[in-house]
């Protein structure tokens, strides 16, 4: 008679469950687990460093600067996972702030109307962005790469290259850019509010099952009888909205629309915190919990350098290392060979 054994990641727990330390652990993931490890240590050191710099004063600073680049980074982990990329989203997002001031300024419009604008022009470039990727057949990094010039320029050339309009004095803007409820900034609900409904969407309906579908296998998902070309096209129209909302926070938030100062950037910073999160850059893999970690670790970096007096140009060092760093990790734990090297 053979006698059960219990397997080894069993044992530990007197019921046949896993030890609950090593159930929290797998719960977190080893990503994500890194970056808590990353965030604490960044934390630490600057909190060391700066009285102030742990003060809920300063969290609040850290956490408007970096609400538009984790509006962005939501949405840019979406793409990623259905096999695709947009690095035209900081262009997107500062098209987006010149269209809702001037759609504010013109005529005696109100807030709303220069929102609407915005959002309308921003849902207009995404369905661009996929038609062109989809229809056109180009490639996603090419084809955003064209649109991150083109929304710059198109930005440049309705604005004069200038910051245009001033809507400090409209009690909306002034409530999406200064406000708080329950303590913190209206920004940071808006990020926290989109955050948790593009993670129910990726996690827990058919729509999210069927992005992984298709960034993990194509050709089996369209075998499926998945609508390949419309999902695609309906993730760069969602991103083009977020973009505009990002756009409008930033118009609220420096008093004016601003075509490129304060929109610069910002793709690089979307596409490093969705890759630190864990999303493959190949597809099918990442979640917003990893990408909102990320965001915050960027914020947490950022502001520390910035407070230490340091030159700022070293962020963007510092983010370009990171960047790099997530990928090694992901090429290291997919096994593949890397190029040019021996198997």
């Given at each position: 008679?053979?006698?059960?054994?219990?397997?080894?990641?069993?044992?530990?727990?007197?019921?046949?469950r896993?030890a609950?330390p090593?159930?929290?652990?797998?719960g977190?993931?080893?990503q994500?687990?890194?970056l808590v490890?990353?965030?604490?240590?960044?934390?630490?050191?600057?909190?060391?460093?700066?009285?102030?710099y742990?003060?809920?004063?300063?969290?609040?600073v850290?956490a408007?600067?970096?609400?538009?680049?984790?509006l962005l980074a939501?949405?840019q982990?979406?793409v990623?996972?259905c096999g695709?990329?947009?690095?035209?989203?900081?262009?997107q997002?500062?098209?987006?702030s010149?269209?809702?001031a001037?759609?504010?300024?013109?005529a005696?419009?109100g807030?709303?109307?220069g929102?609407a604008a915005?959002v309308?022009?921003?849902?207009?470039?995404?369905?661009?962005n996929?038609?062109?990727?989809?229809?056109g057949?180009?490639?996603?990094t090419?084809?955003?790469l064209a649109?991150?010039?083109?929304y710059?320029?198109?930005?440049q050339?309705v604005s004069?290259?200038?910051a245009q309009?001033?809507v400090?004095?409209d009690?909306v803007f002034v409530?999406?850019?200064?406000?708080?409820?329950?303590?913190?900034p209206?920004?940071?609900?808006?990020?926290?509010?989109?955050?948790l409904?593009?993670?129910?969407?990726l996690?827990?309906t058919?729509?999210?099952?069927n992005l992984?579908?298709?960034?993990?296998?194509?050709?089996a998902?369209?075998?499926?009888g998945?609508a390949?070309?419309k999902?695609?096209?309906?993730?760069?129209?969602?991103?083009?909205?977020?973009?505009?909302?990002?756009g409008?926070?930033?118009t609220a938030?420096?008093?004016?629309g601003?075509?490129v100062?304060?929109?610069?950037?910002l793709?690089?910073?979307?596409?490093t915190a969705?890759?630190?999160?864990?999303?493959?850059?190949?597809?099918?893999r990442?979640?917003?919990?990893?990408?909102?970690l990320a965001v915050?670790?960027l914020?947490?970096?950022?502001?520390g350098?910035?407070v230490q007096?340091?030159?700022s140009f070293?962020?963007?060092?510092?983010?370009?290392?990171?960047?790099?760093?997530?990928?090694?990790?992901?090429q290291?734990?997919?096994?593949?060979r890397?190029?040019?090297?021996?198997?």
């Amino acid at each position: 008679m053979t006698t059960a054994t219990t397997p080894p990641a069993l044992k530990g727990a007197p019921d046949g469950r896993p030890a609950r330390p090593m159930a929290l652990l797998a719960g977190i993931g080893g990503q994500n687990l890194s970056l808590v490890c990353a965030l604490g240590a960044v934390l630490a050191v600057f909190g060391a460093l700066n009285d102030n710099y742990l003060s809920w004063t300063n969290i609040q600073v850290i956490a408007e600067a970096a609400t538009i680049t984790g509006l962005l980074a939501v949405v840019q982990t979406v793409v990623i996972i259905c096999g695709g990329l947009d690095i035209s989203v900081g262009s997107q997002a500062g098209l987006a702030s010149v269209v809702s001031a001037i759609a504010f300024t013109s005529a005696g419009s109100g807030a709303f109307a220069g929102m609407a604008a915005a959002v309308g022009v921003g849902a207009l470039v995404g369905v661009l962005n996929g038609a062109v990727i989809v229809y056109g057949r180009v490639n996603p990094t090419i084809a955003t790469l064209a649109g991150l010039a083109a929304y710059k320029g198109l930005a440049q050339l309705v604005s004069d290259g200038r910051a245009q309009g001033y809507v400090l004095n409209d009690a909306v803007f002034v409530f999406l850019g200064r406000g708080k409820i329950a303590g913190l900034p209206v920004m940071v609900w808006i990020l926290i509010l989109t955050a948790l409904a593009v993670h129910v969407l990726l996690k827990y309906t058919d729509i999210g099952r069927n992005l992984y579908a298709i960034g993990g296998n194509d050709t089996a998902a369209r075998l499926a009888g998945i609508a390949i070309n419309k999902y695609l096209v309906a993730v760069y129209a969602l991103i083009g909205v977020v973009a505009a909302v990002a756009g409008i926070l930033l118009t609220a938030r420096t008093g004016s629309g601003q075509p490129v100062s304060g929109s610069e950037g910002l793709e690089l910073k979307a596409i490093t915190a969705a890759a630190l999160g864990g999303s493959a850059l190949k597809g099918g893999r990442g979640g917003v919990g990893g990408t909102l970690l990320a965001v915050a670790l960027l914020g947490a970096l950022d502001n520390g350098l910035t407070v230490q007096g340091i030159n700022s140009f070293w962020q963007n060092v510092a983010q370009g290392a990171l960047l790099v760093v997530a990928v090694v990790v992901q090429q290291r734990r997919s096994g593949e060979r890397a190029v040019g090297l021996p198997g």
